[in-house]
C-alpha cells in the first residue's frame, strides 16, 4: 500500500489538516502573512488569468468533476465492493488535494482578524444607537427612492440590464478605496453562474469559487438585490470570508457607488438588516419605526420575499443546513446566523 505515490498524498490530509488548525489560532499571523501577504498575489493572479472569460470556468470545473466523479464510480464499480483499499486511497487523495487547494487559494482568511479590529470599530451596540441608525437609513432610504420614482408608493426598478450591474459594481469599491485602501478591487472577475436555477431552489444568491476565484451571482434574483449581492462576492474576492464582513462591505461598497440606483440598492440592503434586528428585539418598536419607511421602499422588500417564495422547495431547507454545518467548520460559530451581525457593524460605522 505505502507503495503506491497515492497512498502518501491521502496519508498527507493529517498533517495538512493539523497545520491548518494549528494557524486558526493565530489569527494575527493569518492576518499579516497570508490574508495580506500571500493571498492579495494569489487572488490577482486568478483574477487576471480568468476574469475575461465571459462564463465562468469555475462552473465549469465544478461539471466536469462531477462527470469525472460518475465515470469514476461506473469504470470502478466493482473494485469499490471487492478491492476496499483501493477506493479509500483514491477518496482521501482527492480529498487531501481539495482541502488543500481550498485553504490555499482562500480558506484561510477564515481564521484571520475580525473586520472591526482592523477598521476600529466597537464590536457591540446598544439598541438607542440601532433606533439611531435606523432613522439615518430609513431618511437615505427614502430620499432615493423618491428622487428615483417621484412617487413614494412605486418600487424601485433597475434600468440595467444585470451584466452591467456587475460592471458598475467595481465603481463603488474604487470610491471605498479613498476611505480604506486595503479595499482597493481590480481587476474584476465576477459572473453570472450557469447553475442559477439550481442555485435558486438551493436558496442561495450567490457564491465564491475557492479555487478559481471568481464570484458569481444568481441571475435570477430581483434586479434591485444584485449591485449589494454583486458587492457581497467581490468583497469574498478580496479575503473577507466571513459572511457578516462580507455584507458590510458589499452595503458600504455599495452606498458609496456614485450611480443613484447602485446606491439605493445599498441603503436599502443596510436598511432591511437593522429593520429584522429591531424585530428581533422588540417586535411592537418595529411595528412603529416601520411606518415611516416609504410604501416603495416596502414593495422592493416584499418583491425579494415573494421571488424568494416562489423556489421554496422541501429540499431547500437541507441545503442550507449543509451550509450552515460548513460555516461552522470554517471558524463561523454561529453559523449562518452569523449573517445577521453586519448589523453590529453597521451600526458602529455610522455612528462614527
Not at 61 to 66: E, I, K, P, Q
Not at 72 to 86: H, L, M, P, S
Not at 235 to 260: K, P, R
Given at each position: 500500500?505505502y507503495?503506491?505515490?497515492?497512498s ?35 487572488s ?9 472569460i465571459p ?5 465549469l ?6 462527470v469525472?466523479?460518475?465515470r ?15 477506493w ?7 480529498v487531501?488535494?481539495?482541502?488543500f ?29 440601532l ?60 459572473k453570472?453562474?450557469?447553475?442559477s ?5 438551493m436558496?442561495f ?27 457581497h ?40 438588516h ?13 411595528e ?26 422541501p ?30 457593524l453597521?451600526v ?5
Open positions: 500500500m507503495k503506491n505515490p497515492k502518501y498524498l491521502a496519508f498527507s490530509l493529517i498533517p495538512v489538516y493539523f497545520l491548518v488548525k494549528f494557524f486558526s489560532n493565530y489569527p494575527e499571523i493569518i492576518e499579516q502573512y497570508y490574508s495580506n501577504g500571500i493571498y492579495p498575489y494569489l490577482k493572479i486568478l483574477r487576471y488569468g480568468l476574469g475575461w462564463f465562468s470556468f469555475g462552473d470545473v465544478y461539471a466536469l468533476g462531477v469525472y466523479l460518475v469514476w464510480i461506473i469504470v470502478n464499480r466493482k473494485r469499490i465492493y471487492t478491492d476496499t483499499q483501493f479509500l486511497i483514491d477518496i482521501l487523495s482527492a487531501t488535494l481539495i482541502y487547494a481550498f485553504h490555499m487559494f482562500w480558506g484561510m482568511n477564515y481564521y484571520r482578524l475580525p473586520l472591526h479590529v482592523n477598521l476600529n470599530l466597537e464590536a457591540d451596540y446598544t439598541t438607542e444607537q433606533l439611531t441608525v435606523t432613522d439615518l437609513l430609513i431618511e437615505k432610504t427614502n430620499t432615493l427612492q423618491l428622487e428615483i420614482t417621484k412617487n413614494d408608493t412605486l418600487k424601485v426598478e433597475m434600468p440595467y440590464s444585470k451584466s452591467e450591474i456587475m460592471k458598475r459594481s467595481e465603481a463603488g469599491y474604487k470610491n471605498l478605496e479613498a476611505q480604506y485602501p486595503h479595499l482597493k478591487y481590480h481587476p474584476q472577475s465576477i453570472k453562474s450557469l447553475f436555477v439550481p442555485l435558486t431552489y436558496g444568491s450567490g457564491y465564491l469559487n475557492p479555487l478559481t476565484n471568481e464570484a458569481q451571482v444568481d441571475y435570477l434574483i430581483p434586479s434591485y438585490k444584485f449591485p449589494t449581492t454583486s458587492a462576492e467581490m468583497a469574498h474576492q478580496l479575503g473577507y470570508a466571513a459572511e457578516n464582513e462580507a455584507n458590510f462591505i458589499g452595503c458600504l461598497a455599495t452606498i458609496n457607488n456614485d450611480d443613484i440606483y447602485m446606491k439605493y440598492s445599498g441603503y436599502a440592503f443596510g436598511l432591511r437593522c429593520l429584522n434586528e429591531i424585530y428581533r428585539r422588540n417586535p411592537e418598536q418595529y412603529i419605526i416601520i411606518k415611516k419607511v416609504h410604501v416603495g421602499v416596502l414593495k422592493n422588500y416584499e418583491e425579494t420575499r415573494l421571488f424568494w417564495e416562489s423556489y421554496q422547495n429540499l431547500e431547507p437541507l441545503f442550507k443546513m449543509s451550509y450552515n454545518s460548513y460555516l461552522k467548520a470554517n471558524n463561523q460559530a454561529k453559523g449562518m446566523e452569523s449573517y445577521s451581525y453586519v448589523v453590529a453597521l458602529n460605522y455610522f455612528n462614527e
